[in-house]
C-alpha cells in the first residue's frame, strides 16, 4: 500500500499525463495543469514532480525529437507505466470508498 | 538577467535533468518572448530558474571544484612565499587594505549609531510628536512646542489617542541637596504618561505613583548618582530645587545617548500652574492605538480644533496640529524638529567609506597586475602541468582573499584601537560591538567583497597567459597599462576631492570665527544672574577690581536665541504691517562697552524720560525704508480688550551687530531701556583689560557668591562661547581632514608600489641613459612625469565636482567664503607635491645607481 502513495499534486500530474496521451512532456504537461486548475504551476514544481514519480517507478521517458523552440534540445516524453496506472486507480478507489460511505444526510 | 539564469541551471541543476529542464525553459522562455516584453520574459525566466533551486533536482555538490584541500593548501603556499619575497608590495598591500577597512568599520559604526536614534521602543512606529501650526494674518508659526492643554484635550476628544504624554523644559535649575549645590541642565517638566510613552524604565518607583503630585521629581539614575552616594537612597528624599521643595518619587535608568529627548530629572507636570491655550512652550507626545495611520488621526485633531474653537477664523486666526514620527526626529530636515543628526553628512561618511575601501582595493589590483611578469613562470609551469584557466584565476582569487581576510582582521584590530580617538572626534558614541551579529556579517562581507573586487582582475589577467610564449621568456601582456591608469586616476580623483573639501571647511570656519561682528568680543567676562542686581551691589563690588573696567548688563545673551515680539510698524509710505522685532534691554552704557557703533541719534541716558525710547539696528530702519529714522515709532498691537497700544520712539540708530550664530542674517533689532520689558534671565557683561585673568576670574566668582548664596555661578568669556557655536562644523572639518589624510596615504601607498615597480623594471635604461650623460634632474623628470600627467587630469576632473558640492554646503550658511580659483589649484597642488614626494625618493635612489653595478650582468 505505501509504495502506492501519491501527493495531490502528484495525482494531477500524473492524471495530466494520461490526459495527453503521447504528448505529454515538461511544457504541455505544465499548460493542460494550469488550463485546469487556472493556477500557475512553476517549472521547477513540475519537474521535481515529474522525476520523483519517476523514481517512484510511476513514470516512464523517451526523449523525442529536436525543435527549435527549445534551442536545439530534445523533448522528453512522460508515459504512465503499470505501477502508476495501479496508484492512481488505488487513489480513486480509496475515493470513490470514501465518498459511498458518507452518510446521506451531510450533503443533503 | 536570462544568462545569469542559464549560469545557475548549469551550476546547480542536476547533469540528467538539466537538458530536458533546459529545453522546457527554453521553449516557455520564446513563447513568452512573442506575448510580452523581452525584460519580462527574461524575469520571468530568472524566476523561473530560482524555482528550479530545490533539493530534489539540484545536483548534489561536487566540494572538489571548491575544496579540493591539498591544492588550496598548495595554492596559499605558493602566495606565502610570494608575499615573503615581495614584502614591501605585500606590506603596501595589507597595510593599506587593513586601514581602509579599519575606516570603513569606524564609518559604519557612526552611521549606524545616528540610524539607530529613537528606533528602541517597542511601540516605536506608534510614537509621534505633536506639531503645532497657527496662522495668524499671513504669519505662519510652526513648532514642536504648544500649549500644555493639548495632551488632556486629545486624551479626552480623540479615544484613538492611547496615551498623550507632555514635557516643559526647565531651564537649568539650582538643585540644593544638604551640602550639594550644582545647576542641573536637561531638566523637564513632564507628565507620568510621557515616561509610558517613551518607555522608561523605573529603577524605584513606577509611572503610575511617580510624577503624579505636585513637587515631585524623578532622577536618571546619573543625576541621583551624582546628589546621592547609593542610587538606592534616592527615593522620598527632600530635594531643594530653585527654592521649592520637591520629594523624590521614583528613580529611572539612564536614557540611551540614542534617544532625542534624554533628561536628567524630571519634575511632575501638575507642579506647573496656569496651564492656557495661549501659553505655549510644551512639547507633547502620543501613542496611537494599534493599526492606525497618522493621517486618520490629524484628521480627528482638525475636527478636534473646530469643535473646541481653538482658532479664531473670522479674525484671521487659524490652528491646526500634524503627527511626526518619533523614529524620524533624529536626521528630519525640517529645522522645526531640532533633529540634531544630518542626513547628507551619513551619505558623505558612507561614500567616503566605499571611496576609501575601493582606493585600497585598486592598489592591490594594480601591483597585482603590474608584477604579474614575476608570477609569470609560475603560471606558465602550472598551465604547462595541466592547470585549466579556471584553476588559475581561483589560485589567484584565493590568494585575494586571503589578503582581505587578513587584511579585515588587522582593520578589525585597528578600528578597535582607534575607536575612542574617533568617538572623540565626532563626539558620537559609535562603540562597535564586534561580535553583534550585524557587525559579523559586515566584516564577511567585507572581506568578500574586497576580496572579490581586487582579485577579480588580476586573475583574469594572469589567468589569461599563454605558457608557451612565458616559458620561452617572452613576458606578454600585464594587463593594460591604460587601465591601471585610469585607475590611479580615479584614486587621486578621490583624494584631491577631499583634499579640496577639507581646505574649504577649515576656510569657513576660519571666516566664522574671525567675521566682524559688529561688536567686540574680546575680553568681555559674562556672568548669568540668578537673582537681579537690582541696586547695582555686585556690580559696585565689580567695578571695585582694578582689572575689571566696566560692568553691564542686559537680557541677551548672545548665541543662545534671542527673544522678540510682534510689533505693527509703519513705513515710509504709511503702510502698516506687523514684524518680528528681536529685542534686548540694557542698561545705558551697554551699547558703549560691547563697541557696538551708533550711526543716528544717541544713547539711552540717566534720565528717567524717555523710557519708551528705543535704539534700533539699520536692518530694522532699512526694511521700512525710513529716510529719518529718528522720531519714528514702533508699536504693540492694541489686543481685542482694547488695551491701549504702546508707541517705542527710535531715538538712536546702530550699526548692524550679529549676536546670533552666522547661519541667519542679521534681523531687524530694538534695544528697550530698563527697567522697560525687564524680563528673562539677566547677564552681566564685564569688561577686562586682559591682565591677570586668572585672578580676575576667581574674584568674579567669589563675588557672585557672596552676592547670590542661593544661585550657582555660571559665568564665560564671550569669544569663546560664540567659539562654540560652531563646534559642529569643526567637528565637520576634524573628520574630514582625518579621512583626507587617510585616503592621499593609501592612494600614495599606491602610487610608491607602482613608481618602484617601474623603476626596477627600467633600471638598465636609466643606467645606460647614465653612461650616456643624462642628468640626474632629467632622470627623475623621465620617471615622474607620467605620474604629474595623471594627477593633473585626476584635478581636471575632480575639481568641478567638488566646486559644485562645496559651495552647495556653503549655501547653508546665511555669510559665507566661496570656493576660490586658489583654493581648487592649492587642493591639487598638495596631492601633487605629496605624490611627488613619494614617486621622486625611489627615483633619486634609482638614478643614483652605479650603473655599473645595474650594468654588470648583462
Request: proline residues 3%.
Amino acid at each position: 500500500m505505501i509504495e502506492y502513495k501519491l501527493g495531490h499534486f502528484e495525482e494531477i500530474v500524473l492524471l495530466t499525463v494520461c490526459v495527453l496521451h503521447e504528448n505529454a512532456y515538461g511544457v504541455s504537461i505544465k499548460d493542460e495543469i494550469e488550463s485546469r486548475i487556472g493556477k500557475g504551476v512553476s517549472v521547477g514544481a513540475l519537474q521535481s514532480a515529474l522525476r520523483r514519480m519517476e523514481k517512484k517507478g510511476f513514470l516512464e521517458s523517451k526523449e523525442g525529437e529536436e525543435t527549435n523552440a527549445r534551442g536545439g534540445r530534445r523533448k522528453r516524453y512522460f508515459a504512465i507505466t503499470d505501477r502508476g496506472k495501479k496508484a492512481v486507480e488505488e487513489a480513486k478507489d480509496l475515493r470513490m470508498e470514501l465518498w459511498e460511505a458518507i452518510p446521506n444526510v451531510v450533503f443533503n | 538577467m536570462k544568462k545569469l539564469g542559464e549560469w545557475i541551471l548549469t551550476v546547480f541543476c542536476h547533469r540528467d535533468y538539466y537538458s530536458d529542464i533546459r529545453g522546457d525553459l527554453e521553449e516557455l522562455y520564446t513563447r513568452r518572448l512573442k506575448n510580452t516584453s523581452r525584460l519580462n520574459a527574461d524575469f520571468k525566466y530568472f524566476i523561473a530558474v530560482l524555482m528550479l533551486l530545490r533539493p530534489s533536482l539540484i545536483q548534489p555538490f561536487k566540494f572538489h571544484i571548491f575544496i579540493n584541500s591539498p591544492m588550496i593548501k598548495q595554492y596559499l603556499k605558493a602566495s606565502a612565499r610570494n608575499f615573503t619575497k615581495h614584502k614591501v608590495n605585500t606590506l603596501i598591500n595589507i597595510f593599506g587594505l587593513s586601514v581602509a577597512v579599519a575606516a570603513a568599520i569606524l564609518l559604519y559604526g557612526y552611521v549606524r549609531f545616528e540610524l539607530s536614534y529613537d528606533k528602541n521602543y517597542d511601540k516605536k512606529e506608534r510614537i509621534y510628536r505633536v506639531n503645532n501650526h497657527s496662522k495668524f494674518r499671513d504669519r505662519v508659526r510652526s513648532g514642536i512646542t504648544g500649549s500644555g492643554l493639548l495632551a488632556p484635550t486629545l486624551e479626552a476628544e480623540i479615544p484613538e489617542v492611547e496615551l498623550a504624554g507632555r514635557s516643559y523644559y526647565f531651564r537649568r535649575p539650582v538643585v540644593q541637596f544638604k551640602d550639594k549645590k550644582f545647576r542641573q541642565s536637561l531638566a523637564y517638566y513632564a507628565d507620568p504618561s510621557l515616561t509610558k510613552i517613551l518607555e522608561f524604565t523605573y529603577l524605584k518607583g513606577d509611572s503610575e505613583s511617580a510624577l503624579i503630585a505636585p513637587n515631585s521629581v524623578v532622577l536618571t539614575k546619573e543625576t541621583a548618582r551624582k546628589i546621592f552616594e547609593n542610587v538606592d537612597d534616592a527615593m522620598g528624599k527632600q530635594l531643594l530645587i530653585n527654592q521649592v521643595t520637591m520629594q523624590v518619587t521614583g528613580v529611572i535608568e539612564d536614557i540611551p545617548e540614542n534617544n532625542h529627548f534624554t533628561p536628567g530629572m524630571l519634575i511632575s507636570m501638575s507642579t506647573m500652574t496656569d496651564i492656557r491655550w495661549d501659553r505655549m512652550g510644551t512639547v507633547t507626545y502620543v501613542l496611537l492605538r494599534e493599526g492606525l495611520s497618522k493621517s486618520v488621526i490629524e484628521d480627528k485633531m482638525g475636527q478636534m480644533v473646530e469643535k473646541l474653537k481653538l482658532g479664531d477664523p473670522d479674525n484671521g486666526f487659524t490652528v491646526w496640529f500634524d503627527l511626526f514620527p518619533v523614529t524620524d526626529i533624529h536626521l528630519a530636515k525640517d529645522k522645526n524638529q531640532h533633529g540634531k543628526g544630518n542626513i547628507n553628512m551619513l551619505y558623505a561618511l558612507s561614500m567616503v567609506a566605499v571611496f576609501i575601501l575601493l582606493i585600497a582595493s585598486i592598489n592591490y589590483m594594480n601591483l597585482a597586475t603590474a608584477r604579474s611578469s614575476q608570477r609569470a613562470k609560475e603560471i606558465g609551469v602550472r598551465k604547462v602541468v595541466g592547470a585549466m584557466r579556471r584553476q588559475i584565476s581561483f589560485q589567484f582569487l584565493i590568494e585575494a582573499l586571503f589578503i582581505s581576510a587578513l587584511s579585515v582582521v588587522i582593520g578589525s584590530a585597528m578600528a578597535l584601537l582607534f575607536q575612542d580617538a574617533f568617538i572623540q572626534l565626532t563626539g558620537v558614541p559609535a562603540a562597535i560591538d564586534f561580535f553583534d551579529r550585524e557587525t559579523l556579517f559586515l566584516l564577511v562581507g567585507l572581506a568578500l567583497s574586497v576580496g572579490i573586487v581586487s582579485g577579480s582582475y588580476p586573475s583574469l589577467i594572469l589567468s589569461r597567459f599563454k605558457p608557451v610564449l612565458i616559458l620561452k621568456g617572452n613576458y606578454p601582456s600585464m594587463g593594460s597599462q591604460a587601465l591601471r591608469r585610469v585607475l590611479v586616476a580615479f584614486q587621486f580623483t578621490i583624494s584631491i576631492v577631499l583634499i579640496i573639501s577639507t581646505i574649504v571647511v577649515y576656510q569657513q570656519i576660519d571666516y566664522l570665527q574671525n567675521k566682524d561682528l559688529g561688536f567686540n568680543k574680546d575680553a568681555v567676562y559674562s556672568v548669568a544672574l540668578g537673582t537681579p542686581d537690582t541696586n547695582n551691589v555686585l556690580k559696585q563690588k565689580y567695578l571695585q577690581h582694578p582689572n575689571i573696567k566696566a560692568v553691564t548688563s542686559s537680557n541677551l545673551m548672545p548665541a543662545t536665541g534671542d527673544s522678540g515680539a510682534t510689533f505693527s510698524i509703519q513705513n515710509e509710505e504709511g503702510e502698516t504691517s506687523e514684524d518680528n522685532v528681536s529685542m534686548a534691554t540694557i542698561d545705558n552704557d551697554y551699547l558703549e562697552i560691547m563697541e557696538i557703533e551708533l550711526v543716528q541719534g544717541r544713547l539711552f541716558d540717566n534720565s528717567s524720560a524717555g523710557l519708551n525710547s528705543i535704539i534700533v539696528n539699520e536692518t530694522l530702519v532699512k526694511k521700512y525704508g525710513w529716510k529719518e529714522p529718528i522720531g519714528k515709532f514702533i508699536s504693540t498691537w492694541g489686543d481685542e480688550e482694547g488695551d491701549p497700544m504702546e508707541k517705542y520712539v527710535i531715538q538712536g540708530v546702530v550699526k548692524d551687530f550679529n549676536m546670533l550664530s552666522l547661519y541667519q542674517t542679521v534681523q531687524p533689532f530694538a534695544f528697550f531701556k530698563k527697567p522697560k520689558f525687564n524680563w528673562g534671565r539677566k547677564y552681566l557683561f564685564l569688561k577686562l583689560d586682559g591682565r591677570n585673568l586668572l585672578e580676575t576670574v576667581t574674584y568674579i566668582q567669589d563675588e557672585f557668591e557672596s552676592f547670590d548664596e542661593k544661585s550657582v555661578f555660571t559665568g564665560s568669556f564671550l569669544d569663546a562661547h560664540l567659539e562654540s557655536i560652531y563646534r559642529k562644523e569643526q567637528k565637520t572639518a576634524h573628520i574630514f581632514l582625518v579621512f583626507a589624510v587617510l585616503t592621499i596615504t593609501i592612494a600614495c601607498l599606491g602610487l610608491f608600489g607602482l613608481a618602484t615597480f617601474s623603476l626596477q623594471r627600467r633600471i638598465k635604461e636609466i643606467s645606460i641613459r647614465k653612461v650616456l650623460g643624462a642628468q640626474l634632474s632629467n632622470i627623475v623628470k623621465l620617471v615622474t612625469i607620467e605620474f604629474i600627467v595623471i594627477i593633473l587630469i585626476s584635478g581636471l576632473i575632480a575639481t568641478p565636482v567638488v566646486y559644485f558640492v562645496m559651495e552647495k554646503w556653503l549655501d547653508s550658511f546665511s555669510y559665507h567664503i566661496n570656493v576660490t580659483l586658489l583654493t581648487l589649484i592649492s587642493g591639487v597642488l598638495v596631492a601633487l607635491i605629496i605624490a611627488m614626494l613619494t614617486v621622486s625618493i625611489e627615483a633619486f635612489r634609482t638614478a643614483k645607481a652605479n650603473p655599473a653595478t645595474t650594468l654588470k650582468y648583462e
